[in-house]
């Protein structure tokens, strides 16, 4: 087992002010090229792992404090499905490697990644949780190997898994952010409200419980509200950065204008643009929310203006836009043309 990465841990970070996460690495590389739609399996870890290295870093530059371990649906059911089951542990490890490597770079949390494994079913839930455990155990065994301060667990729609993965997390001793997923209008797939999922996190012993994926900030920011308002521990939002509405508050319903399924790959004529994230970041944290990221599409534009609205300066805030000195646009082009500059 490697000591913990980061010399200041996830808590200390927490109680000097907002941790700004990022997340959406699979979105992102997908639009490089670098993993498949569909099945959404991290196979560049193995395949391109300087890839994930860059946008590790892209990030980092950006302001994130947390670098996740790519490894969202790299578990053993998952992999399974791409014929990739033998590279389970070493897909794990790099993972956990590459983020670690960059984490250094810049003093970052590193954060091992377990999600929603599909394995799950509460109708079945004795069985089914066992297999669940398995794979978590799996992961979050390498993780821990490697060097890590804490757990995401993310993407839950059931309650039920959740608190496995939470359980495996305290087993081992690691601190767990546990966040649901709201495809749902009200509550999560095994029937509790999006307030009650959070609240029985946290008195489980979740160190952060709250929301992530699935709805953009107009629609998340009603449910925080009430989270914010109703449990005692740290509240984390990290919404997909697309306008979804009271209509389709979930990402997953959007529909192109021919009534076609925009999710995943027409998601564009939704986004939402750097201006809109930064004003959500700036609502959360007046919120009181402490851990605020971004999820799927999210990008490093994205983070640095967050990052920014939150009064910091980054890396990245090296290059932020200086409009004003555009030769159409800027403030400076009338006045150097007055002054008999740049022959039409």
């Known amino acids: 087992m490697q000591d913990r990465p980061s010399a200041r841990s996830l808590q200390q970070r927490l109680d000097e002010g907002v941790v700004l996460g990022a997340e959406g690495y699979?979105?992102?590389?997908?639009?490089?090229?670098?993993?498949?739609?569909?099945?959404?399996?991290?196979?560049?870890?193995?395949?391109a792992p300087e890839a994930v290295l860059e946008l590790h870093r892209e990030f980092l530059r950006a302001g994130a404090e947390v670098m996740v371990a790519l490894t969202y649906y790299a578990h053993r059911e998952k992999l399974k499905t791409v014929g990739r089951e033998g590279d389970l542990e070493e897909m794990n490890r790099t993972a956990v490697r590459?983020?670690?490597?960059?984490?250094?770079?810049?003093?970052?949390?590193?954060?091992?990644?377990?999600?929603?494994?599909?394995?799950?079913?509460?109708?079945?839930?004795?069985?089914?949780?066992?297999i669940v455990r398995a794979q978590y155990e799996e992961q979050l065994g390498w993780a821990v190997d490697e060097g890590v301060d804490f757990v995401i667990a993310e993407t839950n729609d059931y309650l039920g898994e959740a608190l496995v993965g939470l359980e495996v997390c305290q087993e081992l001793g690691l601190p767990a952010m546990v966040t649901f997923a709201s495809v749902h209008p009200t509550s999560t797939y095994d029937g509790y409200t999006y307030v009650d999922?959070?609240?029985?996190?946290?008195?489980?012993?979740?160190?952060?419980?709250?929301?992530?994926?699935?709805?953009?900030?107009?629609?998340?920011?009603?449910?925080?509200?009430?989270?914010?308002?109703?449990?005692?521990?740290?509240?984390?939002a990290q919404p997909v950065p697309y306008r979804t509405s009271h209509g389709t508050p979930a990402f997953e319903s959007l529909t192109t204008p021919d009534g076609g399924r925009a999710f995943p790959i027409q998601l564009e004529p939704f986004s939402c643009t750097r201006f809109e994230m930064a004003d959500f970041a700036r609502w959360s944290q007046q919120l009181g929310i402490s851990?605020?990221?971004?999820?799927?599409?999210?990008?490093?534009?994205?983070?640095?203006?967050?990052?920014?609205?939150?009064?910091?300066?980054?890396?990245?805030?090296?290059?932020?836009?200086?409009?004003?000195?555009?030769?159409?646009?800027?403030?400076?082009?009338?006045?150097?043309?007055?002054?008999?500059?740049?022959?039409?």
């Open 98 to 130: 590459v983020a670690n490597q960059v984490a250094r770079e810049g003093d970052a949390l590193v954060a091992a990644n377990i999600s929603n494994t599909w394995s799950y079913d509460p109708a079945d839930a004795r069985r089914t949780a066992a």
């Open 291 to 344: 851990y605020i990221g971004i999820c799927c599409g999210g990008g490093p534009h994205h983070v640095r203006a967050m990052a920014e609205a939150l009064g910091r300066e980054t890396p990245a805030s090296r290059h932020s836009p200086a409009i004003d000195l555009h030769p159409v646009l800027g403030t400076a082009t009338a006045e150097h043309r007055e002054m008999g500059g740049w022959a039409a």
């Open 26 to 47: 699979v979105f992102e590389l997908e639009r490089r090229g670098y993993i498949k739609a569909g099945p959404y399996v991290p196979e560049v870890i193995l395949d």
């Open 197 to 236: 999922a959070c609240r029985r996190a946290a008195d489980a012993g979740a160190t952060i419980v709250g929301l992530n994926c699935s709805r953009g900030p107009e629609t998340m920011m009603p449910l925080l509200t009430d989270i914010v308002a109703a449990v005692d521990t740290v509240v984390a």
